[in-house]
């Protein structure tokens, strides 16, 4: 099976930058689309970004288009959530989350990395 673990989350300021990891270990991800999804106090989990196979191709959702930027490192099983320009309303807990390309379900997650962002 696949573990994901992120990091980097942490307190910032608006506007500051930051970014996130997620290391994946137990089997190669090469096979699996690879995402980020947020959850803000008292709301439901959302999508925020994702990217293919090749890592060369990346989805992203409406309110962090143009700021965020999702990469992946193949080789070292890792992908990166690039946070540019963040506003408070970012502040949420952020989850690496992964799936079989083949499918649509999300099958592995990871535990989790908190971002507060204050003005």
């Known amino acids: 099976q696949v573990q994901l673990v992120e990091s980097g989350g942490g307190l910032v300021q608006a506007g500051d930058s930051l970014r996130l990891s997620c290391a994946a270990s137990?089997?190669?991800?090469?096979?699996?689309?690879m995402g980020w999804f947020r959850q803000a106090p008292g709301k439901e989990r959302e999508f925020v970004a994702a990217i293919d196979l090749s890592g060369r191709n990346t989805n992203y959702a409406d309110s962090v288009q143009g700021r965020f930027v999702l990469s992946r490192n193949i080789a070292k099983n890792t992908a990166y959530l690039q946070m540019n320009n963040l506003k408070p309303e970012d502040t949420a807990v952020y989850y690496c989350?992964?799936?079989?390309?083949?499918?649509?379900?999300?099958?592995?997650w990871g535990q989790g990395t908190q971002v507060t962002v204050s003005s």
């Open positions: 989350a992964a799936r079989h390309f083949q499918t649509t379900d999300w099958n592995y």
């Open positions: 137990g089997r190669t991800t090469s096979n699996f689309i």
